[in-house]
C-alpha cells in the first residue's frame, strides 16, 4: 500500500494540517498519517476537513495498521453524517437524560486533560430511551472533544458507582457507549477511574469487559475507597479535583459547563 504516489501525496499534505495543533514528530507516524488521508481521500472526500492529529488517533488505535485504521476512520465519517447532519446533537433531543445530570465535567488534570465525572446511579434505564441515550453518549463526547485545551486529545473519567443497583444496570446501553467511545472517538480517553464501586456491579463488568479493546483496558483503574482521595490527587491537584473527592473543585452539569 505504500506506493511512491502515496508518499508523495503524505509529504505534500501532512504539514497544511499542523498549523492549529503540535506536530507529529515522528517520521513513520507521519508518512503513515499522509499515506491513509491519501488513501481515505479517495473514497470520502470529506476526508480533507480533519486534521492529522484525528488521523493519527485512529492510526494508534489501530496500531499503526494504515488498512484497518482506515476501514475504521471511512466507518466514522460515514457515521458522523448519519448521527452528527447538524454537527452537534441539539440538547432538546436529550433532554430526559440531561435531566439526571448523569455526566458532569470541570477541571483539568496535571497534564490538562478535561476531567469527567459520570455516576452510574443516575442512570436508570427502565425510565430512559436507548436511542436518547446514544444520542446522550455522542453530545457528551462532542461536548468534551469542544472542552478539549489548545494542544489536549485526551480527557480522563470518574465513573462514580456509589449506589448503583440492578435498576442501574444496562448493558446494551454500556456497550453502545463503548462502540461510540472506541470506535468512533478513539484515543480520547486517557484514563477511566472507577470508584464506589460495589460487589454486584462485578457481574456487569464481567460481561462488558471482553467488549473492550486492549488499548483501553490499559486505562481503566478500579479504586479503593480507603485509597480514593490519594489515588486521584497523583494526578488531579486538589484545587481542580471535584470537591466530593475531597478537592475543591465544584462539579458542574455537562450542558453547563
Not at 27 to 33: A, D, F, G, N, Y
Not at 72 to 97: C, M, Q
Not at 219 to 234: D, G, H
Amino acid at each position: 500500500m505504500e506506493t511512491k504516489e502515496n508518499k508523495q501525496v503524505a509529504e505534500e499534505a501532512a504539514p497544511e494540517h499542523e498549523e492549529n495543533g503540535p506536530l507529529i514528530e515522528d517520521e513513520i507516524e507521519r508518512s503513515k498519517v499522509g499515506i491513509m488521508r491519501a488513501l481515505c481521500d479517495r473514497q470520502d472526500p470529506s476526508t480533507k476537513e480533519v486534521d492529522d492529529l484525528m488521523i493519527r488517533r485512529f492510526l494508534r488505535a489501530r496500531d499503526h495498521d494504515i488498512e484497518k485504521a482506515s476501514t475504521l476512520f471511512l466507518k466514522y465519517l460515514t457515521w458522523k453524517r448519519s448521527v452528527l447532519p447538524k454537527g452537534h446533537i441539539p440538547e432538546t433531543e436529550i433532554a430526559n437524560d440531561l435531566s439526571h445530570k448523569k455526566v458532569c465535567m470541570q477541571g483539568l488534570d496535571k497534564l490538562g486533560r478535561p476531567i469527567v465525572v459520570a455516576f452510574g446511579n443516575r442512570h436508570n434505564p427502565a425510565k430512559g430511551n436507548p436511542e436518547e441515550f446514544k444520542r446522550f453518549v455522542v453530545y457528551t463526547l462532542e461536548k468534551i472533544c469542544a472542552r478539549m485545551p489548545r494542544g489536549e486529545e485526551k480527557f480522563i473519567t470518574i465513573g462514580d458507582l456509589q449506589g448503583w443497583g440492578y435498576s442501574n444496570c444496562d448493558i446494551r446501553g454500556y456497550l453502545a457507549a463503548l462502540s461510540t467511545l472506541q470506535d468512533c472517538y478513539p484515543e480520547r480517553l486517557g484514563k477511566l477511574y472507577l470508584v464506589h464501586a460495589p460487589y454486584i456491579f462485578m457481574t456487569a463488568w464481567k460481561m462488558i469487559y471482553p467488549f473492550i479493546d486492549s488499548n483501553t483496558k490499559k486505562k481503566i483503574v478500579f479504586v479503593e475507597n480507603k485509597k480514593l482521595t490519594s489515588i486521584l490527587l497523583e494526578d488531579i491537584d486538589e484545587t481542580q479535583l471535584p470537591d466530593i473527592y475531597g478537592g475543591k473543585m465544584p462539579l458542574v452539569p455537562i450542558q453547563d459547563s
